[in-house]
Nanobody, 123 residues
Framework: VQLQASGGGLVQAGDSLRLSCAAS????????MTWFRQAPGKEREFVAV???????RYADSAKGRFTISRDNVKNMVYLQMNNLKPEDTAVYYC??????????????????WGQGTQVTVSS
């Protein structure tokens, strides 16, 4: 599976962005798909996950502002980000793994990674 993230940009605090992740492969619908982010000087951190059954989970920092979704027909995963804050500034990565179970929040669990898309939020 190859992943291609897009949709980042420079926005002001309070604005919205939608990130997209295009996936190749016929088994995409079975994959656990996740968004991570990495701010300068910090470790990559979990943002949101969506499983093959469409169940979801969010980091506390994303709850109530971000929404993860997937389209298994188009092989796409999205991250709708609303009310963005300067602390959301980071490179955002989509990642995928074959297993339903496991530590969804751990980068070591993931088999496939997109190249990252930069999100910059100005105050």
């Amino acid at each position: 599976v190859q992943l291609q993230a897009s949709g980042g940009g420079l926005v002001q605090a309070g604005d919205s962005l939608r990130l997209s992740c295009a996936a190749s492969g016929r088994t995409f619908s079975t994959y656990t798909m996740t968004w991570f982010r990495q701010a300068p000087g910090k470790e990559r951190e979990f943002v949101a996950v969506i499983w093959s059954d469409f169940s979801k989970r969010y980091a506390d920092s994303a709850k109530g502002r971000f929404t993860i979704s997937r389209d298994n027909v188009k092989n796409m995963v999205y991250l709708q980000m609303n009310n963005l804050k300067p602390e959301d500034t980071a490179v955002y990565y989509c990642a995928g793994k074959r297993n339903y179970s496991g530590r969804y929040y751990s980068i070591s669990e993931y088999d496939y990674w997109g190249q990252g898309t930069q999100v910059t939020v100005s105050s």
